[in-house]
T-cell receptor, first 114, second 112 residues
Framework: KAGVTQTPRYLIKTRGQQVTLSCSPI?????VSWYQQTPGQGLQFLFEYFSETQRNKGNFPGRFSGRQFSNSRSEMNVSTLELGDSALYLC?????????????FGSGTRLTVV | AQSVTQLDSHVSVSEGTPVLLRCNYS??????LFWYVQHPNKGLQLLLKYTSAATLVKGINGFEAEFKKSETSFHLTKPSAHMSDAAEYFC??????????FGAGTQVVVTP
């Protein structure tokens, strides 16, 4: 089956702009979570969505937001970009069935803020 | 609260020799534990997972890990390293709310 698809793969934005990243989960997976990866902070949890509802949120400012659509696709938005938002943003999808429990990650979106 | 500590930031091995990546965890719950690998400029690939079944878990590409509750450890091993194993490896713990906590990562270098 198809994996987790993240678009775009690369983005360059200017400080102050906003950006939207997209994630299409594995077919049948209803849980989508987002992570930020930076050399300094490593991998940090942003938020998780399940059936269009945000279930968990990490310790990020309100400039980071997300949503999930009825087909389980998810978007993440960052407003008023700062240089420190430059990172690899990874999306993971998961089945909530315990026997299938695990997370499949996409290849990520590399965001560079200049 | 939960946390993960990967005891080595860098591991260098010769091709054909065993690999050991060490991970200790702390969790208030009965944990689910994972090992992921990340090759340069790639996403994360699941190697194996422990979810309270057998304590010795076999994964892909010849990797395995043993869950030791008494030692709060989940070390990853492979009997014979291959050049393609050069990558960064992450030990991960999941809480009951499905939030993943990642270790800092171990960079593996394989020399011919």
């Amino acid at each position: 089956k198809a994996g987790v698809t993240q678009t775009p793969r690369y983005l360059i934005k200017t400080r102050g702009q906003q950006v939207t990243l997209s994630c299409s989960p594995i077919s049948g997976h209803r849980s989508v979570s987002w992570y930020q990866q930076t050399p300094g902070q490593g991998l940090q949890f942003l938020f998780e969505y399940f059936s269009e509802t945000q279930r968990n949120k990490g310790n990020f400012p309100g400039r980071f937001s997300g949503r999930q659509f009825s087909n389980s696709r998810s978007e993440m938005n960052v407003s008023t970009l700062e240089l420190g938002d430059s990172a690899l943003y990874l999306c993971a999808s998961s089945s909530r069935r315990s026997e299938d429990y695990g997370y499949t990650f996409g290849s990520g979106t590399r965001l560079t803020v200049v | 609260a939960q946390s993960v500590t990967q005891l080595d930031s860098h591991v260098s091995v010769s091709e054909g020799t065993p690999v050991l990546l060490r991970c200790n965890y702390s969790s208030s719950y009965s944990p689910s534990l994972f090992w992921y690998v990340q090759h340069p400029n790639k996403g994360l690939q699941l190697l194996l997972k422990y979810t309270s079944a057998a304590t010795l878990v076999k994964g892909i590409n010849g990797f395995e890990a043993e869950f030791k509750k008494s030692e709060t450890s989940f070390h990853l091993t492979k009997p014979s390293a291959h050049m393609s194993d050069a990558a960064e490896y992450f030990c991960v713990v999941s809480d009951p709310f499905r939030k993943l906590q990642f270790g800092a990562g171990t960079q593996v270098v394989v020399t011919p």
